[in-house]
């Protein structure tokens, strides 16, 4: 299968249960992955735990409301940013005056935004955004560093001077 035949089944089978199933736990995965390496508090299973249940009740939203029910698949849409920005607010914390998991916090809400591209059926759009999420929080963690070490700082040891050897 060649990369055209395999985008033309995906769009056939981007709004299949167990395309958008795997699509959800390979995307968290993704962001968790490089959560995990980094000793944050979204790891790998809270990535793809987030990811996949933004997924359901998107999918649910919009099966409901183009079944004839009275059900606005947007008001879904916002009550997951709602309670995700909730689930959020839980990862900050306040320690002697200074806040920590503002970016796991972001973090949370990208995944809810990649689960609700794939329920509603957007799966390489999702898989772009995963790519994009860890692009971003590699990439700046790297200019960090180096601006810390272009500052005059840095946050890694030094190398030790050579020592002067007499020369014979």
Do not use: N, Y
């Not at 299949?16 to 980094?38: P, T």
Request: net charge neutral; proline share 3%; glycine share 14%.
């Amino acid at each position: 299968m060649d990369l055209e035949a395999a985008e033309v089944w995906i769009e056939a089978a981007r709004h299949h249960f167990a395309l958008q199933l795997g699509m959800s736990v390979f995307c968290g995965a993704i962001v968790g992955i490089e959560r995990q390496l980094r000793g944050k508090a979204v790891g790998i299973r809270t990535s793809i735990l987030i990811c996949l249940a933004t997924q359901v009740f998107i999918r649910l939203g919009t099966d409901l409301g183009q079944s004839g029910a009275f059900v606005d698949p947007t008001r879904v849409l916002g009550q997951v940013v709602t309670g995700v920005g909730f689930l959020g607010a839980g990862v900050i914390l306040a320690k002697g005056g200074a806040i920590t998991g503002v970016t796991s916090a972001a973090v949370v809400w990208m995944l809810a935004a990649i689960g609700s591209t794939i329920g509603t059926g957007r799966p390489f759009e999702a898989l772009s955004l995963s790519i994009a999420v860890v692009a971003i929080l590699t990439g700046v963690r790297l200019l960090e560093r180096a601006f810390t070490r272009l500052g005059g700082g840095s946050d890694e040891p030094e190398a030790a001077p050579k020592e002067e050897r007499p020369t014979f």
